[in-house]
């Protein structure tokens, strides 16, 4: 049997998560944000609707009252999510803190400790041990991240080395910011992103996919599902 997965985070990476989770939330959290925010900044908050505006997101909404005496102003889901993000930075907490905000946004649990150098921060029980892929493809075919991303210096080093100039082919080459990228999946015959990525196969008479360069796929694809919640929020059924 394999152990519990555990990883320990100081405090400053634990919050980085926790603000990176909020900023790329959907609205369906919309309860689970305004506790957190009460949590952080004290007074009270109501969900509600903006009843107007056509874009949904636009329509989630929260009212929020500092105390009793003072006005309730109304955020919309976007404004809302940036002054939870910012609240969470400004905030000093200490790590049982960090740690019961941390399993409530991440779905996971998590505790105050230190780790072996004697640091304090938060351990968190990660559950990966319990992911098992089962080639359901859903990564590789509906989110669209598995086409339109970019890939890792390492991983044009190791193509190189490896002599995989297949694969280099359907790499673009973009300066952005002074910055190079390396724009995956891009067509070697029409210079165009594509719509599939070209090294996904369907298994002969199963509903099963699989990676033609597993071994050697992009860092980006070795990663997913970064943790139990992007699997769970994003449709992968190795949970
Ligand atoms: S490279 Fe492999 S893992 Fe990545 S999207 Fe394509 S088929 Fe999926
Ligand atoms: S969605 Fe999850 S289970 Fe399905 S292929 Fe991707 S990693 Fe595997």
């Given at each position: 049997?394999?152990?519990?997965?555990?990883?320990?985070?100081?405090?400053?990476?634990a919050?980085?998560?926790?603000?990176?989770?909020?900023?790329?939330?959907?609205?369906?959290?919309?309860?689970?944000?305004?506790?957190?925010?009460?949590?952080?900044t004290?007074?009270?908050?109501?969900?509600?609707?903006?009843?107007?505006?056509?874009?949904?997101?636009?329509?989630?909404?929260?009212?929020?009252?500092?105390?009793?005496?003072?006005?309730?102003?109304?955020?919309?889901?976007?404004?809302?999510?940036?002054?939870?993000?910012?609240?969470?930075l400004?905030?000093?907490?200490?790590?049982?803190?960090?740690?019961?905000?941390?399993?409530?946004?991440?779905?996971?649990?998590?505790?105050?400790?230190?780790?072996?150098?004697?640091?304090?921060?938060?351990?968190?029980?990660?559950?990966?041990?319990?992911?098992?892929?089962?080639?359901?493809?859903?990564?590789?075919?509906?989110?669209?991240?598995?086409?339109?991303?970019?890939?890792?210096?390492?991983?044009?080093?190791?193509?190189?080395?490896?002599?995989?100039?297949?694969?280099?082919?359907?790499?673009?080459?973009?300066?952005?910011?002074?910055?190079?990228?390396?724009?995956?999946?891009?067509?070697?015959?029409?210079?165009?992103?594509?719509?599939?990525?070209?090294?996904?196969?369907?298994?002969?008479?199963?509903?099963?996919?699989?990676?033609?360069?597993?071994?050697?796929?992009?860092?980006?694809?070795?990663?997913?599902?970064?943790?139990k919640?992007?699997?769970?929020?994003?449709?992968?059924?190795?949970?």
């Open positions: 049997m394999t152990g519990r997965h555990k990883k320990f985070l100081n405090p400053e990476e919050v980085t998560e926790i603000v990176k989770d909020l900023s790329s939330s959907e609205p369906d959290q919309v309860k689970l944000f305004a506790d957190v925010y009460v949590f952080l004290g007074g009270k908050t109501w969900p509600g609707r903006h009843k107007e505006s056509s874009d949904f997101t636009e329509q989630i909404s929260i009212w929020y009252q500092t105390d009793r005496n003072q006005k309730k102003v109304f955020y919309n889901w976007h404004r809302f999510r940036e002054l939870l993000a910012g609240a969470f400004k905030a000093k907490l200490g790590t049982t803190d960090i740690a019961k905000i941390y399993s409530r946004v991440m779905w996971v649990n998590s505790y105050s400790g230190t780790n072996e150098r004697g640091e304090d921060g938060i351990w968190v029980e990660t559950e990966m041990e319990k992911f098992k892929c089962v080639q359901c493809g859903n990564c590789c075919l509906n989110l669209n991240d598995a086409i339109c991303t970019t890939a890792d210096r390492e991983d044009l080093i190791r193509w190189e080395k490896e002599g995989r100039w297949d694969i280099l082919d359907w790499v673009s080459f973009l300066l952005e910011d002074d910055r190079t990228l390396a724009d995956l999946w891009i067509s070697p015959r029409t210079g165009e992103e594509v719509t599939r990525c070209p090294w996904l196969r369907k298994l002969p008479k199963k509903d099963k996919y699989k990676c033609r360069i597993h071994n050697t796929k992009p860092a980006h694809c070795k990663k997913y599902p970064k943790s919640k992007h699997a769970l929020t994003t449709g992968c059924k190795g949970f």
